[in-house]
């Protein structure tokens, strides 16, 4: 199936999954945070079960920012430039860490139950809450965060 077929079905599948489960967040939301039509290509198919192959990128998402957001705070001896990054930071910025750490443990928390019980309602609230827990809180201190870092590298540079 060429790239344009496959994503006019996907997209249509996606309405169908929308209207089914009642979330509010849009395609476009969806696709600019957690890059829904790049999971489609790299498949090359539309899975059946869209409303869990979008929960589940949703989460993968996530844990490559939690895996992240971990190494600040507890850096590893064995990687000298999370080490270094680490050191960039303040307390404060460490404690904003952890709060970022606990709000997506919590949302990936909800996925593994939705996974179990299949709560059709509750998975469209993980998607909303995905959504708007990104735009609202996550992207803005993670912006703080990286423009701390950013500032620290180019410090270093001009030493």
């Known amino acids: 199936m060429e790239n344009e077929e496959l994503l006019?079905?996907?997209?249509?599948?996606?309405?169908?999954?929308?209207?089914?489960?009642?979330f509010k967040s849009s395609f476009k939301e969806l696709n600019d945070i957690f890059s829904i039509e790049e999971m489609v290509l790299q498949e090359g198919y539309v899975s059946p079960l869209l409303n869990r192959k979008l929960s589940r990128r949703i989460v993968d998402i996530?844990?490559?920012?939690?895996?992240?957001a971990c190494d600040l705070i507890n850096p590893s001896s064995n990687n000298i430039l999370i080490l270094m990054e680490s050191r960039m930071l303040?307390?404060?910025?460490?404690k904003k860490i952890s709060d970022i750490i606990k709000r997506i443990v919590?949302?990936?928390?909800?996925?593994?139950?939705?996974?179990l019980t299949k709560d059709e309602k509750f998975e469209a609230k993980f998607i909303d809450d995905a959504v708007h827990?990104?735009?609202?809180?996550f992207k803005i201190e993670m912006i703080k965060i990286l423009n701390k870092i950013k500032e620290g590298w180019?410090?270093?540079?001009?030493?």
């Open 62 to 68: 996530y844990k490559s920012w939690l895996n992240y």
């Open 154 to 159: 180019d410090e270093d540079k001009n030493q």
């Open 8 to 22: 006019k079905k996907f997209r249509e599948e996606f309405k169908e999954i929308k209207k089914k489960l009642g």
């Open 133 to 137: 827990f990104w735009n609202s809180y």
């Open 106 to 115: 919590s949302l990936i928390s909800s996925n593994n139950l939705i996974a």
């Open 90 to 94: 303040s307390q404060e910025d460490k």
